[in-house]
Nanobody, 120 residues
Framework: QVQLVESGGGLVQPGGSLRLSCAAS????????MGWHRQAPGKERDLVAS???????YYAVSMKGRVTISRINANNTVYLEMNSMKPEDTAVYYC??????????????WGQGTQVTVSS
């Protein structure tokens, strides 16, 4: 009932910037927290950042000061702007959204992931 489509991934040089976008669509009654996880090869998937419907934000310590998360509630879209990127930021980034669909309670949904590679 819900589809999340990510865009904006790709190759960036160390010190560069990227902006990721994720749009949730479908039979969405309301949405709660939205955000991003990432998973590097051979490592666990970790939370990068999240944002509530009211705009409260959370950032991973490793990313704090280098990223900004934002959202547009009207079209259920979340953004992640990343600056001063490092090679260790290389990973697949997954968008998530906690949403309510008709006849159900708040549940998480995931995008298919977008590759981010930081290399010179």
């Amino acid at each position: 009932q819900v589809q999340l489509v990510e865009s904006g991934g790709g190759l960036v040089q160390p010190g560069g910037s990227l902006r990721l976008s994720c749009a949730a669509s479908g039979s969405i009654v309301s949405s709660g927290n939205m955000g991003w996880h990432r998973q590097a090869p051979g490592k666990e998937r970790d939370l990068v950042a999240s944002i509530s419907r009211g705009g409260s934000t959370y950032y991973a310590v490793s990313m704090k000061g280098r990223v900004t998360i934002s959202r547009i509630n009207a079209n259920n879209t979340v953004y992640l702007e990343m600056n001063s990127m490092k090679p260790e930021d290389t990973a697949v980034y997954y968008c998530f959204a906690n949403v309510v669909v008709p006849g159900s309670s708040l549940s998480p949904y995931w995008g298919q992931g977008t590759q981010v590679t930081v290399s010179s």
